[in-house]
């Protein structure tokens, strides 16, 4: 059971927008920022945003991150077959002191 | 270019110990806090530990607390997770990952490719 809820499954066809949620609580996304990742099978995570709306360099702006209150959103527009993976949500939690994750969601392009 | 290569893994019988490696290039390592992330095989992501940047502080997960320990050697810029009283549980990829920036709150933004760790009698 991951301390912050993803929906397990996400699709969507080439060139749509697909956006995936990700909930938690007020110690962990209501306090802190978020990060999205993308996993490319067999692949280590790839951080795709952070503090919410930032993205590091290199990263498509076709990727985009948003959050309100105790939840978060990760936005892909013009959707490519290679953006196939699963996607990761994660904040610091103040109460744990650690890092939390979701438990990922898996996006197929149709 | 900004790497993290980890090694150390391997296959160990539960109740055994490992001692895993992250070795850091391409930047100022010492500036930087570093977490172990751990994934099941086909599992999430789990964080398993950190390490604040001049190594005054440490947090690690519930699930570890008392059997794993995170240490650095900023002299060798390397990052170190000894693992003692393994279970099957533990058996997963572990990952070294860099923060964000100074602190340890705001992102994981650099990962290593992984070192397997299989417990198993």
């Known amino acids: 059971q991951s301390v912050l809820t993803q929906p397990p499954s996400a699709s969507g066809t080439p060139g749509q927008r697909v956006t995936i949620s990700c909930s938690g609580s007020?110690?962990?996304?209501?306090?802190?920022?978020v990060n999205w990742f993308q996993q490319l099978p067999g692949a280590a995570p790839k951080l795709l945003t952070y503090?919410?709306?930032q993205r590091p360099s290199g990263v498509p702006d076709r990727f985009s991150g948003s959050k309100s209150g105790t939840s978060a959103s990760l936005a892909i527009s013009g959707l490519q077959s290679e953006d196939e993976a699963d996607y990761y949500c994660?904040?610091?939690?103040?109460?744990?002191?650690?890092?939390?994750f979701g438990g990922g969601t898996k996006l197929t392009v149709l | 270019q900004v790497q993290l290569v980890e090694s150390g893994g391997g296959v160990v019988r539960p109740g055994r110990s490992l001692r895993l490696s992250c070795a850091a290039s391409?930047?100022?390592?010492?500036?930087?806090?570093i977490h172990w992330v751990r994934q099941a095989p086909g599992r999430g992501l789990e964080w398993v530990a950190v390490?604040?940047?001049?190594?005054?502080?440490?947090f690690s997960a519930a699930s570890v607390k008392g059997r794993f320990t995170i240490s650095r050697d900023n002299s060798k810029s390397t990052l170190y997770l000894q693992m003692n009283s393994l279970r099957v549980e533990d058996t997963a990829v572990y990952y070294c990952?860099?923060?964000?920036?100074?602190?340890?709150?705001?992102?994981?933004?650099?990962w290593g490719q992984g070192t397997t760790v299989i417990v198993s009698s």
């Open positions: 503090s919410h709306d």
């Open positions: 994660a904040a610091w939690d103040d109460s744990l002191n650690g890092w939390v």
């Open positions: 990952v860099r923060s964000l920036g100074p602190t340890v709150y705001n992102g994981l933004d650099v």
């Open positions: 391409g930047f100022t390592f010492n500036n930087f806090g």
């Open positions: 390490i604040w940047f001049d190594g005054t502080k440490k």
């Open positions: 007020r110690s962990n996304i209501g306090s802190n920022a």
